[in-house]
DNA sequence: GGTCTAGATAGACAACCTTCGATGGAGGAC
DNA sequence: GTCCTCCATCGAAGGTTGTCTATCTAGACC
């Protein structure tokens, strides 16, 4: 049922439109997990602004100041959340945002009421 | 400084756009955390879609299936992470959604590139 | 006053998370 | 082959979180 990178259906409807169901619950929070922390927040805006897109490790580890495990381990979690991708190119991992990942993200946070007075002309 | 609910200018730069600060980072990945937990996300979906966008804790109590103070928790959380507001009537306390502060984490997510395409018109 | 209801707070406990140093494994250079 | 670099995994320590039961506070009502 997947379309892409496990992403259901259910996701284009608002959180606020209507009671959203356990199991999406449990999907979406998930996801923000990933979010839940500011190291791992650091590394997916610097992922997504290195240049091309995408980044190895060692471009991003001195950055956040954490050990080069602990860094691993962070984008682990943001592989497994569906928000990262990981290709492996000789000795570097580079990884990259996943497209639409966050667009999905942000359209269940939307506020179907107040942002379409504000936000969208057509 | 803050505008609305302690909500900074900052917020409206795409994470993907440039590599975040570490303190918009903590500051955005708070208010992730708050959403972070299953629990809290049906709350949050619940006090949203509940009649008149706002819901008391015995209303919603019985739907996520959890204890009185466990919900009260939450709902705390939610609070204290400005996604939530508090309102006292007599006995009862009303909870509703802040204004915005959804919107602002998904403005937040919006990949700058790709949603441009497909969404602003204007 | 006394009683009932709605909700918050306190304390406890198990589970999970973040971080580290140490180690392991795979690819490139020589 | 040997060495070096890049990165993942392992194991452990310390902190944080989610949930409960028990208790407390504040209104409403008689």
Redesign the pocket.
């Known amino acids: 049922m997947a379309t892409i990178a496990g992403q259901d259906e259910s996701c284009c409807i608002p959180l606020t439109a209507a009671p959203i169901t356990p199991d999406d619950a449990t999907e979406l929070s998930r996801k923000f997990?990933a979010l839940?922390?500011p190291?791992r927040v650091r590394l997916l805006s610097l992922v997504a602004a290195h240049e091309g897109g995408e980044a190895?490790?060692?471009d991003i580890t001195e950055p956040v100041g954490?050990?080069?495990?602990?860094v691993?381990?962070?984008?682990?979690?943001l592989v497994e959340a569906g928000l990262l991708a990981?290709e492996q190119r000789?000795?570097?991992?580079f990884y990259s945002v996943v497209p639409g990942a966050l667009g999905h993200l942000s359209d269940v946070l939307r506020d179907p009421i107040a942002r379409d007075a504000g936000i969208v002309a057509v």
């Open positions: 997990k839940a922390d190291t190895c490790v060692c954490l050990s080069q495990p602990t691993s381990h962070h984008l682990k979690i990981r000789g000795t570097w991992a």
